[in-house]
């Protein structure tokens, strides 16, 4: 994998985290205080260029924590912001980023809130972790690697809607 060029992130629960993505085939993330995530997508696969990774095909992914085969689920990714989450099953629990505005995505562990993530889909994440809740290793690892691979935030329906319309209108 290349060296990144950005420096490691500095998370607020668990130091440095570090990011980095060799084009769309892999993606990995790791640090200190978190386990070592991998994703990787089948050359196979046809490459999306709207996603990081390269696809939302569950098919053509393959997700690791700390060298075990995880369940990643990327919804299909259509019109509502709903249609972009990605579900991943780990170690008895079911993790869900969903995005819950134009900039950020919600991470959740068995329905519980644990924080928000910003990025464009690439190797430049920002966490901003809940207060009162409690915050762990994977919760961290999980969340940068999905926000990594498959970038954050959503508009509304309403708003793409809107855009739609005014993009069919003549000028």
């Known amino acids: 994998m290349k060296d990144t060029s950005h420096p490691p992130i500095g998370d607020t629960l668990f130091g ?4 980095r993505q060799d084009g769309q ?3 990995e993330v790791e640090g200190e205080g978190i386990p070592r995530v991998a994703i990787e997508r089948d050359l196979e696969s046809e490459v999306d260029p709207q996603t990081a990774i390269g696809t939302r095909d569950p098919s053509f992914l393959a997700m690791t924590i700390d060298g075990r085969e995880v369940v990643l689920k990327p919804a299909k990714g259509r019109f509502a912001r709903r249609s972009y989450r990605v579900d991943v099953e780990y170690d008895g629990a079911r993790y869900c980023l969903v995005p819950d505005s134009v900039p950020s995505s919600r991470l959740t562990r ?3 809130h644990l924080g928000d993530f910003m990025s464009d889909g690439d190797e430049i994440v920002i966490a901003e972790w809940l207060p009162d809740v409690d915050i762990r290793p994977a919760d961290a ?3 940068y690697a999905l926000a990594s691979a498959f970038g954050t935030g959503g508009q509304p329906m309403w708003m793409m809607l ?3 319309v005014s ?3 003549p000028s």
Not at 16 to 19: A, C, F
């Open 141 to 143: 690892a999980v969340g």
């Open 25 to 27: 085939e892999r993606l």
């Open 110 to 112: 068995d329905g519980t």
């Open 16 to 19: 440095e985290i570090t990011v």
């Open 167 to 169: 993009a069919a209108l």
């Open 162 to 164: 809107v855009d739609g």
